[in-house]
């Protein structure tokens, strides 16, 4: 098993993919004029695949005749979905839009100090009490 594919060229990972691929044909004692006829390509595309040239396509018939084809997931295994993509998917769609809750502060309060060092209160639907009027500080 190679774990550092990085390093090796174009043509030698072309050449132990022929290899494994001629390894698995005997592990499955078939000839290559067997895997040829039954995948419906020539001899020599076999023997061209097995030297580390030929074409996918040509690669999955094989694979399909070696009843290998389940190799494809090892080989270009599916990209894993995202942590937020899973949990939008089991996220139930909204029905209808949610009302303000009842007593729920409805001003807007920003946390800027002014020149004074007041803090100033933004748009309100209900109007704020001063807080200077009652002898309190913000």
Do not use: C, Y
């Amino acid at each position: 098993m190679n774990d550092d594919w990085h390093v090796l060229s174009d043509g030698a990972i072309t050449q132990i993919l022929g290899q494994r691929l001629r390894a698995l044909r005997l592990r499955k004692n078939m000839t290559i004029e067997t895997v040829a006829q039954h995948a419906a390509i020539s001899k020599n595309t076999i023997s061209a695949l097995e030297a580390g040239r030929g074409k996918l396509e040509t690669l999955i018939a094989v694979l399909r005749e070696l009843d290998a084809l389940s190799l494809l997931d090892n080989f270009l295994p599916e990209p894993a979905a995202s942590p937020m993509a899973a949990i939008a998917r089991h996220t139930p769609a909204r029905q209808r839009a949610r009302p303000a809750l009842q007593g729920q502060l409805r001003a807007i309060v920003k946390s800027a100090k002014q020149e004074g060092g007041q803090r100033t209160v933004a748009k309100a639907s209900k109007p704020v009490a001063n807080p200077k009027k009652r002898g309190g500080t913000w």
